[in-house]
């Protein structure tokens, strides 16, 4: 069992930049794919990031937040980050992190075993 707790989430004005963290319980941590995913009103939940657990070269992006956002890990402190600059109102949306024991397939919701609650990030433009 792994539970996930975002953090970091709030209201920031277009162009600016937020940190979110993800804190994990459980001593196989560094065994998941981590995933960042997020969901605004009235629409899907959709794929962010993910970076899985033996590889920093394997961190997919979301075409939109390529360039922009960028995901880690730190397994001895069992959080997973997400670094977000240069927001857009477009960016707004509650944002959840995930843990897969797969390393397939990691950019769809379906592979992820456990999600946190949620954080919500507000850009105003």
């Known amino acids: 069992q792994v539970q996930l707790v975002e953090s970091g989430g709030g209201l920031v004005q277009a162009g600016s930049s937020l940190r979110l963290s993800c804190a994990a319980s459980?001593?196989?941590?560094?065994?998941?794919?981590m995933g960042w995913f997020r969901q605004a009103p009235g629409k899907e939940r959709e794929f962010v990031a993910a970076?899985?657990?033996?590889?920093?070269?394997?961190?997919p992006y979301a075409d939109s937040v390529k360039g922009r956002f960028t995901i880690s890990r730190d397994n001895a402190k069992n959080t997973v980050y997400l670094q977000m600059n240069s927001l857009k109102p477009e960016d707004t949306a509650v944002y959840f992190c995930a843990a897969a024991r797969t390393a397939v397939a990691i950019t769809s919701t379906s592979v992820y075993d456990y999600w946190g609650q949620g954080t919500q990030v507000t850009v105003s433009s």
């Open positions: 459980g001593r196989t941590f560094s065994s998941y794919t």
């Open positions: 970076i899985v657990a033996w590889s920093a070269i394997n961190r």
